[in-house]
């Protein structure tokens, strides 16, 4: 296995360090997947720049946008990023019980979230080709249409963040390790 550096905004190239000191800020540390991202600055940067448009300029809530993005982690197995988002999701306010819920691979009991939930795993189960079942149970839980194009800003970020992770397999972070999970097994919140 090849070992990856995890940069941070001090080992960083310039190209990378403004993101990586960006987050640091934000979490009180850098992210191992920012930090392996970072190897190369087109990705970093590709990334910080749609998650900031994901998270500044979209539509769902901070509860949803975790929602999605854990159902992504879990949908393309990684380790790493289910254990960021499930401490991420609990501090936007994601009731644990849906967080239990998506770490074992089913969909929360509130519909709203089952619906957020379908949805992105459909867009990556069927890379893309939604059925028009997808789509309305998606708008009957409240969504718009437009959010719909909204959930692929939130895959597409995923996909890095996750394949990062699942290549590199970097170690959680003291503040995500209590929140450790393996493929195919639940472990709690």
């Given at each position: 296995m090849t070992s990856y550096q995890i940069h941070t905004a001090d080992t960083a190239s310039e190209a990378a360090k403004e993101p990586l000191a960006v987050l640091r800020g934000a979490f009180g540390f850098v992210p191992a997947a920012a930090?392996?991202?970072?190897?190369?600055?087109?990705?970093?940067?590709?990334?910080?720049?749609?998650?900031?448009?994901?998270r500044g300029g979209g539509t769902f809530g901070p509860d949803e946008r975790q929602v999605l993005l854990l159902s992504n982690a879990i949908a393309n197995g990684s380790e790493w990023a289910v254990a960021f988002h499930t401490l991420e999701a609990l501090a936007d306010g994601v009731e644990p019980s849906v967080v239990e819920a998506l770490r074992r691979g089913d969909l929360p009991t509130d519909p709203r979230m089952a619906a957020l939930s379908a949805l992105t795993r459909a867009f990556i189960d069927k890379r893309g080709r939604l059925d028009d079942a997808d789509v309305a149970a998606f708008t009957a839980a409240g969504f718009t249409e437009e959010q719909l194009f909204e959930v692929i800003t939130g895959v597409a970020i995923s996909a890095m963040t996750n394949y990062t992770a699942n290549v590199a397999r970097p170690p959680l972070e003291p503040?995500?390790?209590p929140h450790a999970w393996t493929a195919g097994h639940s472990s709690g919140v």
């Open positions: 930090g392996l991202m970072a190897n190369s600055p087109a990705l970093l940067n590709t990334f910080f720049s749609a998650f900031g448009h994901f503040a995500v390790r």
